[in-house]
């Protein structure tokens, strides 16, 4: 039975402040519509004036006559997405969930494919959890990006991959998208032998018919752990896989940019590290739209790096430090690391790559690190007065790592300093010269050596 949205809080000042809304009140109607989601709720309050029914904690109901201007009421639910999650209905052969070991939190475990995520926080989505009620709502309530992981346009291949039967059936759901005019992205996880070669060549060709609201498309190599048993065979791309990939990305660039001027697609780094090739010119990837899925992050950081260079004049300042890193960008923070170097030359800055001993050495990004992996592959080495840390090895708005290990943890067995350090070249720079400054977060701050009971991880 419907019984509204819990307010959890109301922010001081605004209009649901003003009109005696509390946490623990409950949001039942607007202009009688229940709200089924977060977009209803954004949709029907999305108007000059609006009457809101609101259940009080003592169950009297309130029927609020709102003059809002178009202002949102500062209200925040118990449920940010006021509607329950829904569940991935794939079993993709590359999922990497599905590539986790047992034992580790519940939350690893959940497989969203969501499309509401797409829109509230840029996750990908498969389409084959969406009805056609749901395509009416993204082109009633305009909402864009939606970001598409596609894999594949060729029907019967896409059912393979996301052992799915609608799976190819979805796809239609980008030609009512299209001529919506509703902004996509697409993302390409490329697995040896099966969506590489041809069938990556028909699917860059098919997405291309879909531009320009279809604006980007990534190919991202596939990620293999070391808990695969039982798993479909998949084997990892190799060098030469690389830089056929690349070879492939590049030619429908340059065709793409000449009929509409844009790149369109764009391969990840990994890719181009692994093919051992200098990463595209800062122009060839459009602005970074694909910044997420691994697309030009050493390039755009390479930029900031110098650009921030640029304005520091340098000095005879000394420190010695450390920072860890993937195996995958271990060669960029060395240069950039030296590029600071030469503007202080006092400055020692120690980059430790950490080999993922957890999930297995194929996995080569930071952001798969975990704590116990760091500790044990730290330990005793020069380390310095503080280590840095990037801030994608924790989880997002905590100092947490994917084993549970903290950050505070980390400096009882290490015994130093850590910085978390945000994933612009700026606040790279910052970190290592010390000039953070709290408010703006590179997570540069006093250490006070602990006295805990040191601990350690067999």
């Not at 040896?192 to 997405?207: K, S, V, W």
């Not at 960008?329 to 240069?335: E, H, P, R, S, T």
Request: proline residues 4%; charged residues 30%; negative net charge.
């Amino acid at each position: 039975m419907y019984r509204g949205h819990i307010i959890k809080s109301v922010d001081p000042g605004s209009i649901g402040d003003e009109l005696g809304l509390e946490p623990g009140d409950r949001l039942l109607t607007i202009d009688g519509h229940e709200l089924e989601d977060v977009f209803d709720y954004e949709y029907y309050i999305g108007s000059e004036s609006v009457v809101a029914v609101v259940e009080k904690a003592d169950g009297e109901e309130w029927e609020l006559e709102i003059e809002n201007d178009y202002e949102d009421l500062g209200l925040t639910f118990e449920n940010s997405l006021m509607s329950e999650y829904r569940s991935c209905r794939n079993k993709c052969i590359f999922c990497f969930i599905d590539q986790m070991p047992g034992g580790m939190r519940d939350t690893l475990y959940f497989k969203d494919d969501d499309s509401r995520l797409s829109f509230l926080q840029g996750n990908y989505v498969t389409l084959t959890n969406m009805s056609d009620r749901d395509v009416d709502r993204i082109i009633r309530f305009k909402l864009s990006p939606i970001n598409i992981s596609v894999h594949t346009t060729n029907p019967n291949l896409r059912c393979r991959m996301l052992n799915n039967r609608f799976a190819g059936e979805a796809l239609k759901k980008m030609d009512r998208l299209y001529k919506a005019g509703t902004p996509m992205n697409g993302q390409i996880v490329m697995c040896r032998g099966i969506n590489d070669g041809e069938e990556l060549e028909r699917t860059i060709r098919d997405l291309s018919g879909y531009i320009p609201h279809m604006e980007s498309v990534s190919v991202v190599p596939v990620g293999l752990s070391r808990f695969r048993e039982g798993l479909y065979p998949l084997e990892p791309v190799t060098k030469e896989d690389a830089v056929r990939t690349i070879g492939i990305v590049e030619r429908w660039q340059r065709k793409l940019f000449e009929a509409y001027g844009t790149h369109f697609i764009h391969a990840s780094d990994e890719f181009y590290i692994l093919a051992g090739e200098e990463l595209p010119e800062a122009e060839r990837y459009d602005g970074y739209p694909q910044l997420e899925n691994g697309v030009g992050m050493l390039r755009l950081m390479t930029e900031e790096v110098e650009a921030a260079l640029a304005d520091l004049p340098g000095d005879g300042r000394k420190e010695e430090i450390s920072m860890a890193t993937g195996l995958l960008a271990q060669d960029y923070m060395k240069k950039f690391a030296g590029r600071i170097r030469e503007k202080y030359p006092n400055i020692t800055v120690h980059i430790y790559p950490i080999v993922n001993d957890f999930f297995g050495p194929e996995i080569t990004v930071s952001g798969l690190i975990t704590g116990r992996d760091l500790i044990r592959q730290l330990k005793g080495r020069a380390l310095g007065a503080r280590l840095l840390l990037p801030v994608n090895m924790f989880r997002s708005g905590e100092e947490v790592f994917l084993d549970d290990v903290t950050r505070q943890e980390v400096k009882i067995a290490l015994q130093v300093q850590v910085d978390i350090v945000k994933s612009s070249g700026y606040d790279f720079v910052d970190a290592v010269l010390g000039l953070c400054q709290e408010e703006n977060a590179c997570c540069h701050g006093k250490y006070e050596p602990a006295d805990e009971k040191e601990i350690t991880y067999e």
